[in-house]
C-alpha cells in the first residue's frame, strides 16, 4: 500500500519491477483509460481475472474510498465509498492529473492524433462536459462512416437523406469541440511560453495555433463539398477529427525544425502549462506524475524542471533513486516485482492525499 503526503513521493526500481504501474493506477482514476494509450484489457496481469485500484482520498477535507475494477471484455465496476456508480464516467472530475512520460515527445513531433489527444485530455480534465461532447462526437463520425461504407459509392435519396442527418449532428458537434480547442490554445500559449523560456534559457518565439482545413467555409459547408470524395472514399474527409495543432518554435514548425532536446523540452512545458491552466480553472492542483523523464534530461533542464514543480502533490519514478538538484523526497518507496520492497517517510508525515 502506497500512502502519498503532499510534497513530492518518490519511487524507484529497474525496469518492469512495476513503477509505472503504480502511476498508471492513480491516473485511471482520473481518465478511466492509461496514459500509454493502451486497451483496459492490457492493464489487467495475465492469467488473472481482474484488476483492482483502490484509493482513499482527500478531497477539499472530505474523505473518499474510490474502488475500480478492470474486466477484460467486460464493463468495469467503479464504487465510491461502497456505493457503485451508475455510469464510470461519473468518476470523471474527482482525480486530475498531469502525465510527464517519455513518450511526451510524440505530442510535438508526431502525429496530429497525439496533438489532439493532448488537447481533449486537457479539455476533459477542465469538464466533463466536455468529455461527453466528445463522445457524442466520436459516435456520430462512426456513424456517418458506417452509412458512406453502406453506400457503394453512390449517393441515393435515401443515403443522400441519411448523411443530411448526421452531417448537422457532425456540424453540431463538431463546431463545439474545434472551437473549444481553439479556444485551449490561446489560454496555454503564455504559459507555454514562459515555461520554455525558464526550462531550456532561451527567449526564442514559442506560438500555438489550431489549425482546420475547413474553417474558412465552416464545418457544413466543407461536408457538402467533400461528399462525393467521401462517398467514393468511404469515410469522413473533414472534421475535427483531421485537425492539428500547430506548435513553431522561432519561426519555424517544431515538428519539423526543432531538435530532440527542444521538442522534449517544449512538451515538458506543455504539460506544465495544462498544470497551471487546470489549477487555476478549477481551483485545485492536479496531481503530477512523473514517468522516468529525468533519465531524458539533461542537469540543467532537469534541475529548471524541479523548480517549476507544483509545491502540493507530485510523484515521480526513477531507476536510480535519485532526485535531480538533490531535494528530499516528502516519502519514497522501493518496488520490486511487482511489490513494496522499502519505504522511507519522514516523521510528522501524515497522510492527507491520495
Same mark, same amino acid.
Given at each position: 500500500?502506497?500512502?502519498?503526503?503532499?510534497?513530492?513521493?518518490?519511487?524507484?526500481?529497474?525496469?518492469?519491477?512495476?513503477?509505472?504501474?503504480?502511476?498508471?493506477?492513480?491516473?485511471?482514476?482520473?481518465?478511466?483509460?492509461?496514459?500509454?494509450?493502451?486497451?483496459?484489457?492490457? *492493464?489487467?496481469?495475465?492469467?488473472?481475472?481482474?484488476?483492482? %485500484?483502490?484509493?482513499?482520498?482527500? %478531497?477539499?477535507?472530505?474523505?473518499?474510498?474510490?474502488?475500480?475494477?478492470?474486466?477484460?471484455?467486460?464493463?468495469?465496476?467503479?464504487?465510491?465509498?461502497?456505493?457503485?456508480?451508475?455510469?464510470?464516467? +461519473?468518476?470523471?472530475?474527482?482525480?486530475?492529473?498531469?502525465?510527464?512520460?517519455?513518450?511526451? *515527445?510524440?505530442?510535438?513531433?508526431?502525429?496530429?492524433?497525439?496533438?489532439?489527444?493532448?488537447?481533449?485530455?486537457?479539455?476533459?480534465?477542465?469538464?466533463?462536459?466536455?468529455?461527453?461532447?466528445? &463522445?457524442?462526437?466520436?459516435?456520430? %463520425?462512426?456513424?456517418?462512416?458506417?452509412?458512406?461504407?453502406?453506400?457503394?459509392?453512390?449517393?441515393?435519396?435515401?443515403?443522400?437523406?441519411?448523411? +443530411?442527418?448526421?452531417?448537422?449532428?457532425?456540424?453540431?458537434?463538431?463546431?463545439?469541440?474545434?472551437?473549444?480547442?481553439? +479556444?485551449?490554445?490561446?489560454?496555454?500559449?503564455?504559459?507555454?511560453?514562459?515555461?520554455?523560456?525558464?526550462?531550456?534559457?532561451?527567449?526564442?518565439?514559442?506560438?500555438?495555433?489550431?489549425?482546420?482545413?475547413?474553417?474558412?467555409?465552416?464545418?457544413?459547408?466543407?461536408?457538402?463539398?467533400?461528399?462525393?470524395?467521401?462517398?467514393?472514399?468511404?469515410?469522413?474527409?473533414?472534421?475535427?477529427?483531421?485537425?492539428?495543432?500547430? %506548435?513553431?518554435?522561432?519561426?519555424?514548425?517544431?515538428?519539423?525544425?526543432?531538435?530532440?532536446?527542444?521538442?522534449?523540452?517544449?512538451?515538458?512545458?506543455?504539460?506544465?502549462?495544462?498544470?497551471?491552466?487546470?489549477?487555476?480553472?478549477?481551483?485545485?492542483?492536479?496531481?503530477?506524475?512523473?514517468?522516468?523523464?529525468?533519465?531524458?534530461?539533461?542537469?540543467?533542464?532537469?534541475?529548471?524542471?524541479?523548480?517549476?514543480?507544483?509545491?502540493?502533490?507530485?510523484?515521480?519514478?526513477?531507476?536510480?533513486?535519485?532526485?535531480?538538484?538533490?531535494?528530499?523526497?516528502?516519502?519514497?518507496?522501493?518496488?520490486?516485482?511487482?511489490?513494496?520492497?522499502?519505504?522511507?517517510?519522514?516523521? &510528522?508525515?501524515?497522510? +492527507?492525499?491520495?
Amino acid at each position: 500500500m502506497f500512502d502519498f503526503p503532499p510534497g513530492l513521493t518518490v519511487i524507484s526500481g529497474g525496469n518492469g519491477e512495476g513503477k509505472t504501474t503504480v502511476l498508471e493506477a492513480i491516473s485511471y482514476l482520473a481518465s478511466l483509460g492509461s496514459f500509454r494509450a493502451v486497451s483496459n484489457d492490457t *492493464l489487467v496481469k495475465v492469467g488473472t481475472p481482474h484488476a483492482v %485500484i483502490r484509493a482513499e482520498l482527500d %478531497i477539499d477535507g472530505r474523505e473518499q474510498l474510490v474502488e475500480a475494477q478492470i474486466v477484460p471484455g467486460s464493463k468495469n465496476r467503479i464504487q465510491v465509498n461502497r456505493q457503485p456508480l451508475r455510469r464510470a464516467r +461519473d468518476l470523471l472530475g474527482t482525480v486530475r492529473v498531469v502525465v510527464f512520460a517519455p513518450d511526451d *515527445l510524440h505530442v510535438v513531433k508526431g502525429s496530429p492524433g497525439e496533438r489532439r489527444r493532448f488537447l481533449d485530455d486537457a479539455l476533459s480534465s477542465l469538464s466533463l462536459k466536455f468529455h461527453t461532447l466528445r &463522445g457524442d462526437l466520436d459516435k456520430v %463520425i462512426r456513424q456517418r462512416n458506417t452509412v458512406l461504407k453502406q453506400a457503394g459509392g453512390r449517393e441515393t435519396l435515401e443515403v443522400a437523406a441519411t448523411l +443530411d442527418v448526421w452531417d448537422l449532428k457532425l456540424a453540431e458537434f463538431g463546431e463545439q469541440v474545434a472551437s473549444q480547442r481553439r +479556444d485551449l490554445c490561446q489560454r496555454l500559449e503564455p504559459f507555454v511560453t514562459g515555461l520554455y523560456h525558464r526550462l531550456a534559457g532561451s527567449e526564442v518565439s514559442v506560438s500555438l495555433s489550431y489549425r482546420s482545413e475547413w474553417s474558412d467555409v465552416g464545418l457544413m459547408g466543407a461536408l457538402n463539398a467533400a461528399r462525393s470524395d467521401e462517398l467514393r472514399r468511404k469515410v469522413t474527409l473533414v472534421g475535427p477529427h483531421r485537425d492539428d495543432l500547430e %506548435i513553431v518554435l522561432d519561426h519555424l514548425p517544431a515538428k519539423t525544425h526543432a531538435s530532440q532536446g527542444e521538442q522534449r523540452t517544449l512538451a515538458l512545458a506543455m504539460r506544465l502549462a495544462t498544470q497551471r491552466v487546470i489549477a487555476a480553472e478549477t481551483g485545485r492542483e492536479p496531481i503530477v506524475l512523473l514517468d522516468d523523464v529525468f533519465s531524458e534530461l539533461d542537469e540543467t533542464r532537469a534541475a529548471a524542471l524541479m523548480s517549476e514543480l507544483p509545491a502540493s502533490q507530485t510523484i515521480l519514478t526513477t531507476a536510480t533513486g535519485t532526485v535531480p538538484t538533490g531535494e528530499v523526497p516528502a516519502a519514497s518507496y522501493v518496488v520490486d516485482a511487482g511489490a513494496i520492497v522499502g519505504s522511507t517517510r519522514p516523521p &510528522g508525515r501524515e497522510h +492527507d492525499e491520495l
